[in-house]
């Protein structure tokens, strides 16, 4: 999706979808406008999603969950930024920023085989950078501390409430993109109440709703 600032409504609307097994991005958004609620972006071989030079953003109960194994991955499973670089006539490199009027990520897993699954890439450059990710699962194991002075990546600051950093999301199957969690999860009822009272496979939410596109089963 490219290209679309339109902030009034979204110009790709996702429910009850599943995206798996992309050689580059699950979806990849580029200053658009993209809302999903009960969905489930698994493998691909850069990010699940990556929602770049700002634009708008909203997911709700969303697993990114991404287990790539066929090449080196570099990109998390989610990625957000608000610009894009170019080398002018001179060959010297130019940053572009735009507005992210919106990265809103609420009961969401961010999950894989990397240490570090969402990052936010925030470039200087004035205008609108919003974002807020709560009551959400995030893998975000910084050994070496590389993130230890980003702002955007710090997970007191409160633009994030209520997450689990590092949890035991305890897929079905996650090499078959099967993201269905079992009761050793930690997303198990720590999901805020929203406006979509069933998950992905019709299953009632409406009480104890667990993080994630899925309510837990007991794994047979």
């Given at each position: 999706m490219d290209s679309?600032?339109?902030?009034?409504?979204?110009?790709?609307?996702?429910?009850?979808?599943?995206?798996?097994?992309?050689?580059?991005?699950?979806?990849?958004?580029?200053?658009?406008?993209?809302?999903?609620?009960?969905?489930?972006i698994g493998n691909a071989g850069q990010a699940s999603l990556a929602a770049?030079?700002?634009?708008?953003?909203?997911?709700?109960?969303?697993?990114?969950?991404?287990?790539?194994?066929?090449s080196l991955r570099q990109l998390p499973a989610v990625l957000v930024n608000n610009f894009f670089t170019y080398k002018n006539e001179a060959g010297e490199e130019i940053i572009e920023t735009r507005n992210l009027h919106a990265a809103n990520f609420t009961n969401c897993i961010f999950d894989g085989n990397n240490n570090i699954e969402f990052i936010i890439d925030f470039a200087d450059g004035g205008g609108i950078f919003n974002y807020n990710i709560s009551n959400s699962m995030i893998q975000f194991n910084d050994i070496n501390n590389s993130f230890n002075d980003i702002p955007q990546l710090d997970?007191?600051?409160?633009?994030?409430?209520?997450?689990?950093l590092n949890g035991n999301s305890h897929f079905r199957d996650p090499q078959r993109n099967d993201f269905v969690i079992g009761e050793e999860s930690n997303a198990i009822n720590k999901a805020s109440s929203s406006a979509y009272p069933?998950?992905?496979?019709?299953?009632?939410?409406t009480s104890n709703p667990d993080i994630g596109a899925y309510q837990h089963v007991v794994f047979e």
């Open positions: 679309s600032e339109n902030t009034a409504r979204p110009t790709l609307k996702l429910e009850n979808t599943e995206i798996y097994n992309h050689a580059s991005f699950g979806i990849l958004g580029r200053e658009t406008n993209i809302e999903g609620h009960n969905l489930v770049t030079i700002g634009g708008s953003y909203k997911f709700t109960h969303a697993t990114f969950s991404n287990f790539w194994s066929n997970f007191t600051n409160p633009f994030y409430q209520n997450n689990i069933v998950d992905l496979l019709g299953i009632d939410r």
